[in-house]
């Protein structure tokens, strides 16, 4: 390698674990492998509004623009819940995304074969499901004006906002889904409400068109309704789901719960170029904050992501992957995937069983 | 009786049982406990489309409207996808829902101790669920204007949809669930998007403003994504939930299949005065139209929901709900809910069983 990869990292307040655990698994994956990083941490969240006032700091936005890829810790926490909005964590991680351009949010939904049985869902409907979330991320409601608070003609007040995708919007999240299907097992469901919402009848129109690009892709359309409950009774019949932001956020974590390793499950928010943003599914989960009971496997694997979404490093991202199978094969579990047999660790000393498994 | 209980029953084109189950079973009820039902059956969706060319017919939303109650069965079907928004069999039950102002949609998801092992949930999990989703139903994304097709500043195409709650439309549903959840288990919890969405920053300052009304009503505010997590991690922890139109959409639909009871569960939607809507959770199934298969406990079920929330014949609702508990006894079950050891029986002749134990 001639130059040194930049790789930032997002710093949340709530430190689970110290020092951070995906910092040190790529470090030492990095010095295996002989790549070079150059880290930087940066403040987002809860941990910059408490520092600068602001949830994403100017600063915090241009070095990650400059970087290779983005690691980025959960965020949020009760001591912000009541911020106006613009003084939310949450929003922060939206200015990021946004600033990123990272328009589509790979989130799979993976049953670890060792922990079947943490899924609430019968063995035989949770067993072998892998299916891949494709969320748009940078449109929709989350961002579409008008949007705010106001007073309709009656002289009521109102609380509104706005769902919109222009035609780009849609054509570039479905070429992308369509790619990742081809790339997996060649079935691709796009989930709307197309029987109810222009916004959904637009979107279904502009992906069907992709057809005929994608033959050897299997194309089918769902209502968002009815993909909720197929999630629950037959999570297998899915491959690859395209879909928009907000139906996105609601049917990715229902279906990282279904497999039982919502604790385990990483994402990667990719946009054309520039910087992909990888994060662990799972929230800041403020209620074990500083117990040492939080799962690190997720932070983790979106290291691995990172590697090979982000920097192409797929042997590197690889490793990693082994190392979290072979801490698994050896019986280490946090609280939230325990089951008896198993040895129950806190999140430090899971993360050094993954060292030394790398 | 004085006066006949006027009921009317919108008829859709997939009749999946001849003569209607649903009506058999109010007869017989009616007859019994002595009410008297004037009748009258209207054209609605896919049906009122072939034959009127519109999906709510003038004359079935000012019959309806003149009723005591009014009962449907599902609409839409192939048929009819391609149609053109205003001429889709859903335009016409969503015209009928605000044309009878009906804001609040009951929607029980409970599992039926006889289907517990239906359920694609562990039997631990499933076992007892008994939650209630209170789905506001006349506002929000699904009539929130401007919507429609448009171009942006930069020429393009778009599809968009505005998500809009006034105060009076939080309220009166916030108002109808803290009801509800007093007579369940004291327990509410409001579902929202409040970290991101205006909409529900609003929606849940409205809701909060209640809570000092109702002392004895525990009352938690949960996000959808998260909300569509806890329903599979864990259902027994939800009593009453209340939500917007959209989410509540999609909740109510994951509720009922984590129950494995969807074949199973009636709904009733309610406004201040005038007549309620009874209908069933689940959709036409085009698939098994015209095959005798489909499961008409669902239907019987908001019957009797009818009787009791339309009418305030609870004697008689409790009738028809003892039949159905007395024909899930007898091990009667259409394909949907059979299990090895009970009688696979079709629509017809689960009717006939259920008739008999009324
Ligand atoms: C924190 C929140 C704004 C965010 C979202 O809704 O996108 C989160 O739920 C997610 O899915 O990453
Ligand atoms: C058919 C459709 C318009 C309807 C809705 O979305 O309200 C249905 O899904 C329902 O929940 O009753």
Chains 1, 2 share one sequence.
Not at 113 to 131: C, F, I, M, N, Y
């Amino acid at each position: 390698k001639e130059e040194e990869n930049k790789v930032f990292l997002c710093q949340t307040l709530l430190h689970h674990y110290s020092p951070s655990i995906d910092k040190d698994v790529l470090l030492l994956t990095a010095s295996i492998e002989g790549i070079k990083y150059e880290f930087q941490e940066k403040l987002l969240g809860g941990a910059a509004l408490d520092a600068t006032g602001v949830p994403l700091p100017e600063d915090t936005l241009s070095v990650a623009k400059q970087s290779d890829a983005v690691l980025l810790g959960a965020i949020g926490g009760y001591k912000w819940d009541k911020n106006e909005k613009h003084l939310k964590p949450e929003t922060g991680l939206l200015q990021l995304r946004a600033g990123l351009k990272v328009f589509a949010n790979l989130r799979p939904a993976t049953v670890f074969p060792q922990l079947v049985d943490a899924s609430t869902l019968k063995r035989e409907v949770a067993e072998g499901v892998d299916l891949m979330v494709v969320r748009e991320l940078t449109g929709g409601i989350y961002f579409g004006k008008p949007r705010g608070f106001g007073t309709n003609e009656n002289g009521e007040e109102t609380g509104y906002n706005t769902e919109i995708y222009a035609a780009h919007e849609i054509d570039r999240i479905a070429r992308f889904a369509f790619e990742v299907a081809r790339k997996r097992r060649g079935k691709l469901c796009s989930v709307d409400k197309a029987n109810m919402l222009e916004a959904s009848m637009f979107w279904r129109k502009r992906v069907l068109a992709f057809a005929q690009e994608y033959p050897d892709v299997e194309l089918s359309h769902m209502y968002v309704d009815n993909a909720a409950m197929q999630l629950i009774r037959n999570p297998k019949q899915f491959d690859t789901i395209v879909t928009n932001n907000i139906f996105g956020d609601i049917l990715s974590d229902e279906a990282s719960m279904i497999t039982g390793s919502i604790g385990m499950l990483p994402s990667a928010s990719l946009g054309d170029s520039g910087p992909g943003l990888f994060e662990p599914i799972h929230g800041s989960a403020p209620d074990i904050a500083g117990q040492d009971k939080a799962n690190p496997f997720a932070t983790v694997l979106s290291a691995a992501m990172l590697l090979r979404y982000g920097l192409g490093e797929d042997k590197a991202a690889e490793r990693i992957e082994k190392a979290v199978m072979d801490t698994l094969n050896r019986g280490f579990r946090t609280a939230d995937i325990y089951s008896s047999g198993t040895k129950l660790v806190g999140c430090k000393q899971l993360g050094e069983e993954i060292l030394k498994s790398v």
